[in-house]
């Protein structure tokens, strides 16, 4: 079982930037991949950014390339969110996301919202124009 905590959502204008974090609970950190996706209002949950169980591996959408970067601390059982160059159009709830990966899924970055089964309660984030 894994309960996850985000944090470090906010609002901020079009251009600035946030960091949201993810706390997990457990010892067993590094033996998940994780994922942050985002609804927006009236929108279905979309993937942002997944990370392999190491940190070896990432995906991004299209929508983030080269404004986002996921990462993680497995020592500090956190995953992170560095979002830059923020739009209007980001505006959403962001959720963090975990599922178990062991052995051979170990370079796993799993995107479909169904692939995982830990999530946490979600913070917003909202970019003014």
């Known amino acids: 079982q894994v309960q996850l905590v985000e944090s470090g959502g906010g609002l901020v204008q079009a251009g600035g930037s946030l960091r949201l974090s993810c706390a997990a609970s457990g010892r067993t950190f590094s033996t998940y991949a994780m994922g942050w996706f985002r609804q927006g209002l009236g929108k279905e949950r979309e993937i942002v950014a997944a990370i392999s169980r190491s940190g070896g591996r990432t995906y991004y959408a299209d929508s983030v390339k080269g404004r986002f970067t996921i990462s993680r601390d497995n020592a500090k059982n956190t995953v992170y969110l560095e979002m830059n160059s923020l739009k209007p159009e980001d505006t959403a709830v962001y959720y963090c996301?975990?599922?178990?990966?062991?052995?051979?899924?170990?370079?796993?970055?799993?995107?479909?919202?169904?692939?995982?089964?830990?999530w946490g309660q979600g913070t917003q984030v909202t970019v003014s124009s």
């Open positions: 996301a975990a599922v178990y990966r062991a052995g051979l899924g170990g370079w796993d970055t799993p995107t479909r919202t169904n692939a995982y089964d830990y």
